[in-house]
């Protein structure tokens, strides 16, 4: 590294450390990370200063009238990591950020300012350079600070509460890498005005009018593909055709999407790459159709299953008498899925049940078809569920048998439900259109929801937002 | 003056300002030409708005989109490489808070090219120079203007460049720091550096510069040295033995008024009239002790010369 650089990082550093914000931020941080050396969250109790005093959850929970769940001890890595996402991710990532744009706003309008200009400008050193190293200055601001956060609540977590998620270091670049977009636009319009009041509105501005583009972005792309299916399925469509304008307004949406950078990707970013982190457990696979199950439920085991079975692919079971799931598979050329709904309404009609809810639920690339009934078994009668869906040219049934008496609401009917969302398809996208961006965002495939995508198209905005700062830098009298 | 010989050279210089689609702008300098030789102390004289500052940014890269040619050693104006061969103290300049004196000066020799080892070396003997030892860990936030200009100078002078310009350098400076930042550029000179000064204050200009340019309106009105710039103003002081009751009729031949003073006597005479004042003195018995021819000092002759030019 020349002199040069090493005194641009100096004075980038020496401008971070002497902020008053930014050490006003930094205690605020060191209260955050405290509690996690001070009380340790183990599985069935909260320890506060290393065994002074213990409490049981339940009783903490009784202090807000809040019961305590069933098996409450599953929740316990949960409760860690949301806390984490809310501080971090959440609370950081948007208020954090936000304190951190209006702290850094005035590097570049302090350095222009007449009488600084003079003095830093004639030395050996390019604009660019300099103007560089007052975004790297912002930069560091935001690092130091985010690193000390979430190094100190993994440390924190792992000395006293015996916990670690690998993963959630990952927030540290994705939060550097969202503040690094906003930043490079702080500059650009602090250098065109020399005003840091101008350069914190108009950012904020543009981070809201950003997500507001990239929500509705989503939004739309949720909406077509919800039409698709609704057309696929050869349901209607609804309403007059759209507007010329209305078009027009789509248009400008995908325009501005593709163009403007990604801050609302960070979050799916993160997730991504701290589930890339996490161990990747599979419990079941079906080597034909590539359809993999990530996770069972809680006291699910699986009964060994043979070719001899077909159709059935997969069997679990939390044993007499709980529920029990069995998955089905055929190939689509064999069994439509409309004759398959067509045998089970008849087989319903024949076994007397009269009533059958029929819905619906997004399971990998569409929607499954859903019928749900009471049938006696015995002396009791159980809960039955089937689901018909479709993935990548094959028919499957997800069959469930629950026992009667869970509640809806009741939190294991909810974890039995969401079960089937560990479903995953090999070359097949979670096409759900209310999380259509979340579900489909992969490391490679289709451009829009390609993760590297969003960050090279963001990069390259911040890229040119810079040159384009530096440009108008390297124009002005000083 | 050979070009090697330049530590300035500028050719037929001219900018304008704020020269925009239905602006005329404001021209700041208008066809300079000047060269400022190595080793010198050359001072920049005008009024407010003559363009010296203009200049100067101007050579320093600070202003672009000039038209005529500057070079600083022979390199253009403004060119990284020949930045790194000068040393800036600009007018009213603000030096970064966030730091101390002593990180100013590292972290901007540093920047200057120079390692941290050169730097720690030599800067605490350019703040004992400049009087900014006991302070200089304090942050320029704390500073006064006065520490804040010694400071300014310090830096200007810690890479050791071959050009130094000092813009208003004794501004907001107390009476000894002015002597003390005279000191340095005697010392600067000695060692010869080239210094450039740009300001208001022409006893300190008479004081330190060998040369000296007045500008007007973006023109060079005149330059040269400062015996050239301050012309005599045809008065001769003569000093004789006091008391001496008998002027009056030993010089009534000469034909002109004199004005008696504290030393002799001074006298309004062209060199033949001097010659028959100092014969009849002499013829007198009156013994003389000393002639100076007087001159105009600077400032009277910088407002003369600016007065002239303005009311052409």
């Not at chain 1, 130091?144 to 990952?170: C, E, K, Q, R």
């Not at chain 2, 010392?187 to 040369?211: A, Y």
Request: one cysteine or more.
């Amino acid at each position: 590294m020349s002199e040069t650089n090493k005194a641009l990082f100096k004075d980038a550093l020496y401008q971070v450390l002497d902020n008053k914000v930014f050490r006003l931020l930094a205690i605020l941080i060191v209260f955050l990370v405290l509690p996690t050396f001070l009380i340790a969250a183990k599985s069935d109790e909260l320890v506060i200063l290393f065994g002074w005093k213990t409490f049981d959850y339940e009783s903490v929970l009784a202090t807000f009238d809040i019961p305590l769940p069933e098996n409450a001890e599953r929740y316990h890595a949960t409760l860690i990591q949301n806390a984490q996402t809310l501080l971090v991710d959440q609370i950081g990532g948007t208020f954090g950020l936000v304190f951190a744009v209006a702290a850094t706003a005035f590097f570049v309008p302090r350095m222009v300012e007449k009488g600084a200009a003079d003095t830093i400008f004639s030395k050996p050193v390019s604009r660019g350079a300099l103007l560089f190293s007052r975004y790297v200055a912002g930069l560091l601001f935001v690092a130091i600070l985010t690193a000390v956060l979430v190094l100190g609540m993994h440390v924190g977590l792992l000395l006293n509460s015996g916990y670690s998620d690998p993963g959630f270091l990952w927030s540290i670049p994705v939060m550097v890498y969202k503040y690094a977009i906003l930043h490079a636009f702080s500059l650009l319009i602090a250098v065109w005005t020399r005003s840091s009041v101008a350069a914190i509105l108009t950012t904020l501005m543009f981070f809201a009018f950003n997500g507001c583009v990239h929500t509705g972005w989503q939004v739309k792309e949720g909406a077509q593909e919800r039409l698709k299916l609704q057309l696929a399925a050869g349901e209607p469509e609804e309403g007059d055709d759209p507007s010329a304008l209305f078009d027009g307004f789509l248009v400008a949406l995908d325009v501005l999407h593709y163009t403007l950078p990604k801050t609302t990707d960070a979050a799916v970013i993160s997730k991504s790459l701290r589930a890339a982190l996490a161990e990747r457990r599979v419990e079941f696979k079906d080597p034909t159709s590539g359809l993999r199950l990530l996770k069972l439920p809680d006291g699910f085991t699986s009964s060994p299953v043979s070719e001899n079975d077909l159709p059935v692919i997969a069997r679990f079971s939390e044993g007499d008498p709980g529920a029990a799931i069995t998955l089905k598979r055929w190939s689509y050329k064999d069994r439509k899925r409309r004759d398959a709904l067509k045998e089970l309404d008849s087989q319903l009609v024949d076994m007397g049940i009269a009533e059958v809810t029929k819905d619906r639920d997004w399971i990998l690339e569409g929607q499954a078809e859903v019928r749900r009934w009471t049938e006696p078994r015995g002396e009791r009668s159980i809960e039955r569920e089937t689901l018909f869906f479709n993935g990548a040219g094959y028919l499957f049934s997800l069959e469930y048998e629950l026992p009667a008496g869970l509640k809806e609401g009741d939190a294991r009917r909810s974890e039995l439900r969401f079960f089937r969302h560990n479903l995953e398809q090999e070359g097949v996208t979670d096409r759900d259109p209310d999380e259509l961006f979340e579900g489909s965002a992969r490391w490679g495939g289709e451009l829009k929801y390609n993760l590297w995508f969003s960050i090279g198209s963001t990069l390259l905005f911040v890229a040119l937002t810079l040159a384009l700062a530096g440009w108008k830098l390297s124009r002005i009298d000083f | 003056m050979s070009t090697s010989e330049a530590s300035i050279r500028i050719e037929g210089l001219s900018n304008t300002y704020s020269r925009r689609l239905f602006k005329k702008g404001f021209k700041a300098l208008d066809g300079v030409s000047l060269e400022v030789g190595r080793g010198s102390v050359f001072g920049l004289l005008g009024p407010n708005g003559a363009g010296k500052t203009t200049l100067i940014k101007i050579l320093l890269g600070l202003v672009r989109g000039f038209e005529g040619k500057a070079f600083l050693f022979d390199d253009p104006a403004g060119s990284v490489a020949s930045r790194r061969r000068v040393g800036y103290l600009p007018e009213a300049h603000r030096l970064p808070t966030y730091l101390t004196g002593r990180q100013v000066m590292e972290l901007f020799g540093q920047m200057c090219g120079r390692d941290v080892t050169f730097l720690r070396s030599r800067i605490p003997s350019m703040l004992e120079k400049v009087g900014m030892s006991k302070d200089a860990d304090r942050k320029m936030r704390e500073y006064s203007k006065g520490m804040m200009q010694r400071i300014g100078l310090a830096q200007a002078m810690i890479h050791e460049p071959e050009l130094i310009f000092l813009d208003e350098p004794t501004d907001g400076v107390d009476p000894i720091g002015r002597a003390a930042i005279r000191e340095v550029v005697a010392d600067l000179k000695s060692r010869g550096t080239t210094i450039f000064i740009n300001s208001h204050l022409l006893m300190e200009v008479e004081l330190m510069c060998d040369r000296v340019v007045i500008m007007d309106h973006g023109r060079i009105l005149r330059q040269g040295t400062i015996d050239e710039l301050t012309p005599r103003t045809g008065v001769a002081e003569f000093t004789i033995p006091l008391p001496n009751t008998d002027l009056e009729r030993v010089l009534a031949g000469v034909g002109r008024d004199f004005t008696r003073t504290e030393r002799g006597f001074d006298l309004s005479l062209n060199d033949e009239e001097l010659d028959q004042c100092i014969d009849r003195l002499r013829a007198a018995g009156i013994s003389i002790r000393g002639i100076q021819a007087r001159r105009l000092n600077l400032e009277q002759a910088f407002i003369g010369l600016v007065k002239k030019e303005g009311w052409k």
